[in-house]
C-alpha cells in the first residue's frame, strides 16, 4: 500500500467520532493490507512504531520539528514560526508549506512499509551527533511526501495523531474484517491481555485467522502481561459471599511490577526485565534484579510483585512518593544504596515452559514456594486461607497496625485473569487523613488546565480538569485547584504545557460550562482523593467528586488504567 493511500484513510479518520465508524473504516483499511505491512499500520494508526514495552521513542520536540520543516521545503526557521503560530499544529504547517513549494500534484511513489523503516531508522538512531542525523534523516523523508502524507508523518514522531481510539478499537475492526461484527473480541482482547502487542497480533491475525491466532496463547519471557487488578468492596462478608473460601494478602504501597527471568546458559548472563503495570520496561532502574538468579529454583520464570523502598537497613518500608524515586534515568547507583528496595513476590504466572494463568491461585502460590529461596530482598509474600468475614478484618487491621495499605482478598480457586473483571481479587483499603471519605481514591486523566490568578498566575496553572474513562472516551468527573505544592504547581504546568493541544481530543466529552483554557493530550494520570461522590448534571460522567484533593501523580499508570465510569458508580454505590 502506498502511503498517500493511508494517509486518505487518515484524513477519514480524523473527521469520525462515532467509534463503530470509526471500527469500520479501520475494517476497511485492514482488509486492503498484506500480512507483510498490516503490523506496521497498525502501529502508524496509534501514532508508534513498536508496542510500548520495546522503548522505541522518536525524542523529537517541537523545536527540532521545526528545523526540520525548515530543511525539508527550504525555508527559515522563523517563516515555519510564524505559521505554526497561525496554524497551531505542525502538521497543518508541513501541509500549507509543501503546497507553496509545488508539492501539491506531487504523487508519492513511496510504500507504507518504507516510510515506516525510514522512521524506525530515525527513531533508532542514538549517540554522538544523533540529533542532527535525525533532524536531517526527518527532514529526508518530509520532502519525498505530498502534502496529505507530510501532515500525518509529521504528527506521528510528535505523538499527535489525534485518532481518538486505542488498541481497544483495533481490536474491534479485527473482528469486524474476518467477520462483519465484534463477535470475536473476546478471543482478540484475551490474546491481547497475555501478549500485548497488537501490531503483531494483527499480522497473525492476517495471516491465519482470529480463531488459529488466538489458540494457546500463553505468557512469553520478555514480552509483558497485562496484570490482574482488584475490584472493591467495602465489607468482609460481601466478599465471603461472593468469592467463597478466600486468600488474605497485606497490601503493600509499592510500584507493581512483573519481572521476567530467564537463566543463561554457558557465558550468556541472565536474561531479566521488569515491567510496569503500564507495560513500560523499567529494568535498568533495578540493579538489584541483577541478583534474582541466585534465589530462583528455575530455567525461566514471571513473577508478579510489588516493589517497596526501604530505609538504608531494609527494616522500615519508605511511602510510595520515596518508592517512586528509584523511577530514574540517571544516578540510580547512588539512589540504589540511599533508597533500597524489596520486591514483595506474590505470584507466579509462568514458569520452565509452563502456562500457570489458568491454575488456582492456591496452586500458583504452591509453586512460587517452591520456587524463590528465602531471602531479604525477593520475599514470598503472607497470606492467610478462610472464608471467615472476621479473619478477614482481623488481618486487616493487623497490616494497617504494621504501617500497610490494608489487604488484598483473593478467591482461592481464581485464574490469573488480566484487568479487572469479576469478584477474584478485592482490595480493603484503610480510608484516612490525605484519602477522605471514600473507600478509596481515584485515578483520573489530566484533560486540561485553566489559568492561574493572583498568587497562582505565577505559576501558570490554578486549576486542572480531570476524568475518567469510558469505553474509549474520557468523560468529567472534577477540577482539582488543591492538594498541590507551589513545587508541583510550577512542575505540572510546566509539563502540561508540552502536551498541550489547539483543540479538544476526540475523546473527550466535556460539558460546554467546564471547557478549560487549554486542552491536553491524554497522557497524565492522577490520584484523587475525596470526602464523597455525588450524581452530576454537569460532568459527563454523571457523577463528581466532592472536595476533591491530589493525592500523588501517578507515573506507573498509563490513562488506559484510570478509574472507569463503572467503577465511580460502584464506589457511589458503597459509599
Avoid at 462483519?180 to 482482547?189: F, R, T, W
Avoid at 499480522?203 to 512469553?220: D, F, S
Avoid at 474513562?469 to 485547584?481: H, L, M, N, W
Amino acid at each position: 500500500m502506498k502511503f498517500k493511500d493511508l494517509s486518505l484513510y487518515l484524513k477519514e479518520l480524523e473527521k469520525i467520532s462515532s467509534r463503530i465508524e470509526i471500527t469500520k473504516i479501520l475494517a476497511e483499511l485492514f482488509k486492503k493490507s498484506t500480512k507483510d505491512e498490516i503490523g506496521e499500520i497498525t502501529y502508524l494508526l496509534l501514532g508508534t512504531l513498536a508496542p510500548s514495552f520495546r522503548a522505541v521513542v522518536f525524542n523529537l520536540a517541537d523545536k527540532m520539528m521545526i528545523e526540520v520543516l525548515a530543511k525539508a521545503y527550504h525555508v527559515s526557521a522563523d517563516n515555519v514560526r510564524k505559521l505554526y503560530k497561525t496554524e497551531g499544529d505542525l502538521g497543518n504547517v508541513a501541509d500549507k508549506l509543501a503546497q507553496i513549494s509545488n508539492l501539491k500534484s506531487q504523487t508519492s511513489k513511496f510504500s507504507v512499509s518504507e516510510v515506516y523503516n525510514d522512521l524506525l531508522s530515525m527513531a533508532q538512531d542514538e549517540g554522538g551527533g544523533s540529533v542532527e542525523r535525525k533532524i536531517e534523516k526527518m527532514a529526508e523523508i518530509i520532502s519525498k511526501l505530498d502534502p496529505l502524507s507530510a501532515k500525518y508523518v509529521v504528527r506521528i514522531p510528535l505523538g499527535r495523531l489525534r485518532l481518538g481510539f486505542s488498541d481497544k478499537t483495533i481490536l474491534d475492526a479485527l473482528s469486524w474484517m474476518e467477520f462483519g461484527d465484534k463477535s470475536a473480541k473476546v478471543l482478540l482482547d484475551k490474546a491481547y491481555q497475555v501478549t500485548p502487542d497488537v501490531g503483531l497480533l494483527a499480522k497473525k491475525v492476517k495471516e491465519m485467522g482470529i480463531k488459529k491466532a488466538t489458540k494457546n496463547i500463553k505468557p512469553l519471557v520478555g514480552v509483558p502481561v497485562a496484570p490482574m487488578l482488584a475490584q472493591r468492596l467495602k465489607d468482609p462478608s460481601d466478599m465471603v459471599t461472593k468469592m467463597g473460601v478466600v486468600a488474605v494478602e497485606p497490601k503493600f504501597d509499592g510500584l507493581r511490577l512483573l519481572i521476567h527471568f530467564k537463566r543463561g546458559k554457558g557465558k550468556n548472563k541472565d536474561f531479566l526485565k521488569a515491567f510496569t503495570r503500564n507495560l513500560n520496561d523499567v529494568s535498568n532502574m533495578f540493579p538489584e534484579l541483577l541478583g534474582i538468579g541466585e534465589y530462583i529454583n528455575a530455567r525461566e520464570a514471571i513473577l508478579d510483585t510489588e516493589t517497596v523502598g526501604m530505609d538504608p537497613d531494609l527494616v522500615k518500608m519508605a511511602n510510595f512518593q520515596t518508592t517512586m524515586q528509584r523511577r530514574r534515568k540517571y544516578n540510580i547507583d547512588a539512589l540504589k544504596f540511599k533508597v533500597p528496595v524489596r520486591f514483595q513476590i506474590f505470584d507466579i504466572i509462568y514458569k520452565d515452559g509452563k502456562n500457570l494463568m489458568d491454575k488456582s491461585y492456591v496452586a500458583r502460590r504452591s509453586e512460587l514456594e517452591k520456587t524463590v529461596k528465602k531471602n531479604n530482598v525477593f520475599v514470598v509474600d503472607r497470606f492467610w486461607l478462610t472464608n471467615s468475614p472476621d479473619e478477614i478484618s482481623k488481618r486487616h487491621k493487623e497490616m494497617i497496625d504494621d504501617g500497610l495499605e490494608g489487604v488484598i482478598v483473593k478467591r482461592a480457586d481464581s485464574r490469573y485473569v488480566p484487568g479487572r473483571t469479576g469478584w477474584r481479587w478485592v482490595k480493603m483499603k484503610e480510608t484516612v487523613g490525605s484519602e477522605g471519605k471514600l473507600l478509596d481514591t481515584v485515578d483520573c486523566v489530566v484533560m486540561g488546565f485553566t489559568a492561574g490568578k493572583g498568587k497562582r498566575a505565577t505559576f501558570g496553572l490554578g486549576q486542572f480538569l480531570v476524568g475518567v474513562k469510558s469505553g474509549e472516551r474520557f468523560k468529567t468527573v472534577t477540577k482539582i485547584g488543591t492538594g498541590l505544592s507551589d513545587e508541583e504547581f510550577r512542575g505540572l504546568n510546566k509539563y502540561l504545557l508540552k502536551i498541550k493541544v489547539s483543540r479538544k481530543p476526540k475523546q473527550y466529552d466535556v460539558h460546554k460550562n467546564l471547557e478549560p483554557d487549554n486542552w491536553v493530550t491524554p497522557q497524565v494520570v492522577v490520584e484523587i482523593a475525596a470526602d464523597n461522590i455525588t450524581k452530576s448534571p454537569t460532568h459527563t460522567a454523571g457523577y463528581a467528586l466532592r472536595f476533591p484533593r491530589l493525592v500523588r501523580f501517578r507515573d506507573d499508570k498509563s490513562p488506559d488504567q484510570s478509574t472507569t465510569v463503572s467503577e465511580l458508580k460502584k464506589l457511589f454505590k458503597l459509599q
